[in-house]
């Protein structure tokens, strides 16, 4: 009997992801997590999981070690040390999780070993929210929407991290129709003292809400800036103002609670 189209590409992806796991990813990595705030509400509205070596050393010379050999591997990694970190330490907000979309050859089977590890460790699927970088070299969008397709079956959020940092942002927004995007933070350095930023920021604002797509802000360092973006109507901040990425620790900083304090 002929497999049909859909059976095929099933089977390649199994295929390719059967060969990929043979690769291991040497370096063991830890996992730091970062909040992200609702100023609006007082509230942790999740935390950004971000990629650490053994000893600490940060994402760059984590991802510096990662090849086309290993980026499934790693890609794979991520997601279960996040998860797991997060379990351990009890986290009852979300946590996104960034991933490399051309690690993903077929994402109804690459998505499965995450399935378990949540599984095993208890962790709500709704608490998880997966975000890859505007600026990523990605040729072929509708794979990319395949992949956030299948992630909303499952109760995920996906999000466009860096938004603004490339030109075809708006092209994605149309094409893939996000959760979350977080503004890539050379829109808000100073945009306290930049007219030209405000006028793109209320934009992509007004589009956003227009789409039901929820905005972030990230790389918040003053005062300044999170009172310039909360009077433009962003209120999901995340930055040195509030707090740092913390070694496998879930930071609340001060005047606001943790999710789980709400409900």
Request: net charge negative.
């Amino acid at each position: 009997m002929a497999l049909s189209t859909g059976s095929v590409r099933s089977r390649q992806g199994c295929d390719k992801c059967s060969k990929r796991g043979k690769t291991k990813f040497a370096i063991d990595i830890r996992m730091a997590f970062q909040p992200i705030v609702d100023v609006d509400k007082h509230l942790v509205f999740a935390h950004e999981a971000l990629v650490r070596g053994p000893e600490g050393e940060g994402a760059g010379w984590v991802l510096s070690q990662v090849d086309h050999e290993t980026r499934y591997a790693f890609d794979q990694l991520c997601r279960v040390t996040a998860i797991e970190t997060a379990a351990r330490l009890n986290m009852a907000d979300r946590i996104s999780i960034n991933f490399m979309p051309n690690a993903v050859y077929n994402p109804e089977n690459c998505i499965q070993t995450t399935l378990r590890t949540a599984e095993k460790c208890a962790f709500p699927l709704e608490n998880l929210i997966f975000e890859f970088t505007e600026g990523e070299d990605i040729s072929d969008v509708a794979h990319l929407s395949h992949i956030f397709d299948e992630y909303r079956k499952h109760g995920f959020g996906v999000a466009i991290d860096d938004f603004g940092a490339g030109f075809s942002g708006l092209g994605k927004l149309a094409e893939l129709q996000p959760d979350l995007v977080k503004l890539d933070m050379a829109l808000i350095r100073g945009i306290d003292r930049d007219d030209r930023r405000r006028i793109i920021v209320d934009g992509i604002v007004e589009i956003c809400t227009r789409l039901k797509i929820t905005v972030i802000a990230e790389g918040i360092e003053t005062e300044e800036e999170m009172s310039t973006l909360v009077d433009h109507g962003i209120t999901l901040l995340q930055g040195y103002y509030f707090a740092k990425a913390s070694l496998e620790a879930a930071v609340v900083p001060d005047g606001f609670s943790p999710r789980r304090a709400a409900a």
